[in-house]
């Protein structure tokens, strides 16, 4: 059985941060790019970033390059987001998605198989 189960979510103020760990089993861990995706309320899935197979490159989109910092450990089949300097733009709902390729996408109809979310409340 395929499981991906994301941890760490919760209500953070802006300017804070936050770290999210999404713990993998049932398929090949290290044979797979990993990618974060987040929705707000209201709104579809935006892709926030991206590590490849092999752990490089690691790939941001211009609105949380600087801030968001992706890493994965195949030892555990865990990969992580630890996100700094959070804005109120950046709450949702952020999900895990495992892709069988050795580079990852910014599409998220690629991904093969996906968690069930954490959420991310950022608020004063």
């Known amino acids: 059985e395929v499981q991906l189960v994301e941890s760490g979510g919760g209500l953070v103020q802006p300017g804070g941060s936050r770290r999210l760990s999404c713990a993998a089993s049932?398929?090949?861990?290290?044979?797979?790019?990993m990618s974060w995706v987040r929705q707000a309320p209201g709104k579809g899935l935006e892709w926030v970033s991206g590590i490849n197979a092999g752990g490089d490159p690691k790939t941001y989109p211009d609105s949380v390059e600087g801030r968001f910092t992706i890493s994965r450990d195949n030892a555990k089949n865990t990969v992580y987001l630890q996100m700094n300097s959070l804005e109120p733009e950046d709450a949702g709902t952020y999900y895990c998605?495992?892709?069988?390729?050795?580079?990852?996408?910014?599409?998220?109809?690629?991904?093969?198989?996906w968690g069930q979310g954490t959420q991310v409340t950022v608020s004063s």
């Open positions: 049932g398929f090949t861990f290290s044979t797979y790019s």
């Open positions: 998605a495992a892709i069988v390729d050795v580079v990852c996408s910014v599409d998220p109809d690629d991904y093969d198989y």
